[in-house]
């Protein structure tokens, strides 16, 4: 799951256009140009040329962590799997995009406030079955959230976004009184194991799973728990698709879901502190999405159907993983990532701005 503000909400806010400072060079030629003719030479002497500069791309081409974690999110894992070298980046070194371009929510911001409100609905009225007090118990929470993150002067492209995720809600009311109807209780939001972390053997030895399940269903007549997480989107794709790639013997590209299971097993029940999963009822547990799409008709429960030996090797993939992390060196290897040219990272890989030189001379 996911909390907290996306990135763009604080940019969304009405504010006055700052100008640029132009004492401060804003690109490396602009820098050239204000540097004084002295200080170009080598040793900062006039008359003197410097050696020709190199500089290459990505400038730390194999990155190494302090030590090996100890911990992961179950939500990091993604990245791993897709390329390791940009999991270094971003955890390791902490890379993370800070720009004032946004007008409007992108899209982590919007699901980021949509997560927030269902969160709240679900600890104060997440146990309404009618479909108005629904609907009205969420309309609350979206204004005050949305109250709390931009005030009350946001830009109207803003409100017209709070608008369109209100009619989201109003179609998930109607979809939570039919589910509550069928026996269904929420049962848990947020939910996140007491502690670090949950161990998971690699090798013999543990590193701590971390991380919260938005939602934990549980039917009151057969007992069968269903793990969740919420998905708001523009179009919302199914667990399989999110979670595996490829034709005929697929490869697992996301654990997320698949690793709910051991944050689950994890959680203590709050009256007697024993598990809130009776042993029992872990081979009922299912797992799926709660979407909520652009189109409001198809906002509802999207379950995976992974089978038992699925779920083993997603656990298997997780250990691979695992093993990459602690090797504790990781590797750029061109022509292995491509990103978009609007991905915050691809000018560090030289993609879409400079060509990577290739040698000594650049």
């Known amino acids: 799951g996911t909390g907290g503000k996306g990135k763009g909400e604080e940019d969304a806010r009405r504010e006055p256009e700052a100008k640029p400072d132009r004492s401060t060079p804003t690109s490396a030629a602009e820098a050239s140009r204000a540097e004084p003719d002295g200080?170009?030479?080598?040793?900062?002497?006039?008359?003197?040329?410097?050696?020709?500069?190199?500089?290459?791309?990505?400038?730390?081409?194999?990155?190494?962590?302090?030590?090996?974690?100890?911990?992961?999110?179950?939500?990091?894992?993604?990245?791993?799997?897709?390329?390791?070298?940009?999991?270094?980046?971003?955890?390791?070194?902490?890379?993370?995009?800070?720009?004032?371009?946004?007008?409007?929510?992108?899209?982590?911001?919007?699901?980021?406030?949509?997560?927030?409100?269902?969160?709240?609905?679900?600890?104060?009225?997440?146990?309404?079955?009618?479909?108005?007090?629904?609907?009205?118990?969420?309309?609350?929470?979206?204004?005050?959230?949305?109250?709390?993150?931009?005030?009350?002067?946001?830009?109207?492209?803003?409100?017209?976004?709070?608008?369109?995720?209100?009619?989201?809600?109003?179609?998930?009311?109607?979809?939570?009184?039919?589910?509550?109807?069928?026996?269904?209780?929420?049962?848990?939001?947020?939910?996140?194991?007491?502690?670090?972390?949950?161990?998971?053997?690699?090798?013999?030895?543990?590193?701590?799973?971390?991380?919260?399940?938005?939602?934990?269903?549980?039917?009151?007549?057969?007992?069968?728990?269903?793990?969740?997480?919420?998905?708001?989107?523009?179009?919302?794709?199914?667990?399989?698709?999110?979670?595996r790639q490829g034709r005929g013997e697929k490869r697992w590209v996301d654990l997320q879901l698949p690793l709910y299971r051991h944050l689950a097993r994890a959680l203590r029940s709050p009256g007697d502190d024993g598990p809130l999963i009776a042993a029992e009822e872990e081979v009922a547990m299912e797992l799926g999405y709660v979407a909520l799409p652009r189109d409001r008709e198809r906002v509802g429960l999207l379950k995976s159907s992974w089978s038992g030996q699925d779920l083993k090797a997603a656990d298997e993939t997780a250990r691979a993983a695992v093993r990459l992390l602690r090797e504790n060196v990781f590797r750029y290897e061109a022509g292995t990532i491509r990103l978009r040219d609007d991905d915050p990272l691809a000018p560090i890989l030289g993609q879409g701005v400079l060509a990577p030189g290739e040698g000594p001379d650049g």
């Open 39 to 243: 200080a170009r030479g080598a040793g900062g002497s006039s008359g003197e040329e410097r050696p020709p500069r190199t500089f290459h791309l990505p400038p730390e081409p194999t990155i190494r962590d302090a030590a090996p974690p100890d911990r992961i999110r179950v939500t990091a894992f993604r990245r791993l799997l897709q390329a390791p070298y940009l999991y270094a980046l971003e955890s390791i070194l902490g890379l993370e995009a800070v720009h004032d371009r946004d007008r409007e929510m992108d899209g982590a911001a919007f699901g980021s406030l949509g997560h927030r409100v269902l969160q709240r609905w679900g600890e104060a009225d997440g146990g309404l079955s009618d479909p108005l007090r629904i609907a009205e118990s969420l309309r609350d929470h979206l204004e005050a959230e949305f109250r709390s993150r931009f005030g009350t002067a946001a830009h109207p492209a803003v409100r017209i976004q709070k608008e369109q995720l209100g009619a989201r809600l109003s179609a998930f009311a109607r979809w939570q009184a039919e589910r509550r109807s069928q026996g269904w209780e929420i049962v848990r939001v947020e939910a996140e194991p007491p502690g670090p972390g949950v161990g998971f053997t690699v090798d013999g030895s543990d590193i701590l799973l971390r991380g919260k399940i938005d939602r934990m269903d549980r039917h009151s007549e057969s007992g069968r728990w269903q793990l969740l997480d919420y998905k708001i989107g523009d179009r919302v794709r199914g667990p399989d698709e999110v979670h």
